[in-house]
C-alpha cells in the first residue's frame, strides 16, 4: 500500500513539475521594409532583412536567464505596396528565414502564388511544416522576400512587411 501511495505521490509530483516547465507561447511582430534595387529582372528577385536574436527584447518579461526558443512558427504574414501603390508586376511571393550558420539552410516560412493582380497588399500563406525556431538561437538571422516579377523593370520599389511569429519557449 505505501508503494502504490509512494508511486502515486511521485506521478503527482512529476507531472506538476513538468507543468510549471512547459513552453510558454508568445507572438512577436516584425514590421519593416523590402528594399528592391533596379534594374530587375523578369523571374526571382530577393531583398533581405537583418535582425540581431535579443531575445530579452523580443520576450520582455517573459525572458529569463538560460531560456530557449524550442519553436518559431509563421502565424501570419502580410506585404504591402509602399505609397498607396500596388502589387503590379508581382506575380509571386516566397518568404524565408536564413542565417549565417552553414548547419541551418534557408527555410521557406510561405508563399503566395499568385499574387492578385492590382492588388495593394498580399496575405503570404505559412508553411505548417517550417519551424524556424533554430534560427533564434543565432546571433542573427535575416528574413528574405522573394518576389516573382513578370517583367524587367528598371525603377527601384519597396514592400512593407508586417510579419508575425509564434515563438514557443521555456
Known amino acids: 500500500m505505501k508503494l502504490k501511495f509512494l508511486i502515486i505521490a ?24 523590402f528594399t528592391f534595387e533596379g534594374p530587375l529582372y523578369e523571374g526571382s528577385n530577393p531583398s533581405q532583412l537583418v535582425f540581431p536574436v535579443d531575445l530579452k527584447k523580443l520576450l520582455g518579461d517573459k ?7 524550442t519553436d518559431a512558427t509563421l502565424s501570419s504574414a502580410t506585404i504591402s505596396a509602399v505609397d498607396s501603390g500596388n502589387l ?3 506575380t509571386s511571393m ?18 503566395i502564388n499568385p499574387v492578385k493582380p492590382n ?6 500563406k505559412p ?9 533564434f538561437s543565432e ?3 535575416y528574413i528574405v ?9 528598371e525603377e527601384s520599389f519597396s514592400l512593407k512587411g508586417e510579419i508575425k511569429f509564434k515563438l514557443k519557449h521555456n
Open 63 to 69: 525572458f529569463h536567464e538560460g531560456m530557449k526558443v
Open 88 to 90: 503590379s508586376g508581382i
Open 94 to 111: 516566397v518568404l524565408s528565414v536564413a542565417s549565417d550558420n552553414p548547419e541551418l539552410k534557408m527555410l521557406s516560412l510561405g508563399v
Open 145 to 153: 522576400l522573394d518576389v516573382g516579377l513578370n517583367k524587367d523593370i
Open 139 to 141: 546571433k542573427q538571422y
Open 127 to 135: 508553411s505548417s511544416e517550417a519551424n524556424a525556431g533554430k534560427y
Open 10 to 33: 511521485l506521478s503527482a509530483l512529476s507531472f506538476f513539475s513538468a507543468c510549471n516547465s512547459a513552453d510558454q507561447d508568445t507572438e512577436i511582430v516584425v514590421n519593416d521594409t
Open 119 to 124: 492588388s495593394n497588399s498580399a496575405e503570404i
